[in-house]
């Protein structure tokens, strides 16, 4: 499956920005879909992920109550809605599939190109 991110940008602490991540090669509601990220000099964290039918969705603690995951299967496309940004969130997102399991902690079989998101203070 090929994975194409976007919307990123540059943003003011506070402010809100939705992230989007178009699927295509495979049938998408077969994938458990995850939004990583990688701020710089640091290793890349997991972010928040959902289930095929997007019943369940999991989320970091440090993005928790601000960050919500929801994906269109009709689009192939899952999205991140970020709300509340803060200047640590500044990062590389990057969205990924994964065809097994529901475990945040394994290892996602496809990665898209990633985004920028630049929270500014």
């Known amino acids: 499956v090929q994975l194409q991110a976007s919307g990123g940008g540059l943003v003011q602490a506070g402010g809100s920005l939705r992230l989007s991540c178009a699927a295509s090669?495979?049938?998408?509601?077969?994938?458990?879909m995850g939004w990583f990220r990688q701020a710089p000099g640091k290793e890349r964290e997991f972010v928040a992920a959902?289930?095929?039918?997007?019943?369940?969705?999991f989320y970091a603690d440090s993005v928790k109550g601000r960050f919500t995951i929801s994906r269109d299967n009709a689009k192939n496309t899952v999205y991140l809605q970020m709300n509340s940004l803060k200047p640590e969130d500044t990062a590389v997102y990057y969205c990924?599939?994964?065809?097994?399991?529901?475990?945040?902690?394994?290892?996602?079989?496809?990665w898209g190109q990633g985004t920028l998101v630049t929270v500014s203070s």
């Open positions: 990924a599939a994964r065809r097994l399991g529901t475990d945040v902690d394994v290892p996602f079989d496809w």
């Open positions: 959902i289930t095929r039918g997007g019943s369940s969705t």
């Open positions: 090669g495979r049938t998408f509601s077969n994938y458990f």
